[in-house]
């Protein structure tokens, strides 16, 4: 999956005006309503998008929402998926790259505050904002997402406490303090990000940030 969710194409018409609308292909309305849901919580107001609200966006009626997806708490678990997919599918390929335990740290942190600067209405998710007033079940699913997230930078910082050098006296106890430190400035940042509008960018000045945060 890409990093972003683009918005579609949502008036899939034909380009002569005479002729009839393309019917989506299997799976394609199905993304489209995703796509539609991920902007329209891009809105710097916050508010609650509706079914209504998303049908009439799509231009087709509620009715056909509900054809793919069964209820408006799927549609969110859809999201929560594609961000689970593409933020351990990225954890994944930093892992790989790189064998500094460090280096993977630095890299996942960058790769967490890059995505939500890519995919604003993913960010009011990972935050939990968009999921208020709808199933519990989602706020503990994105919770579980973030554990793990949190659980892999515990792991790099492990590597890196067999590595040698300054972090090699870091007792297992602190390493965990650390990730959840590392943690907490990544969801502040997405906090000031989403709080501005989407203005204040959680990527601005990282570079120094991030390297105050991994010295010893």
Known sequence: MPQSLEPADINDSSADTGKARKRPRPGERRLQILQVLAEMLQNPKGERVTTAALAAKIQVSEAALYRHFASKAQMFEGLISFIEQTVFGLINQINQKEESGLAQARGILQMLLFFAEKNPGMTRVLLGDALLQEDDRLQERITQVLDRVEASLKQALRIAQTQGGAWAGAGQEEVSIRAAM??????????????????KLPTEASDISLRILLSE
């Open 182 to 199: 590392l943690m907490s400035f990544v969801l502040g940042r997405w906090h000031r990000f989403a709080r501005s509008g989407f203005k």
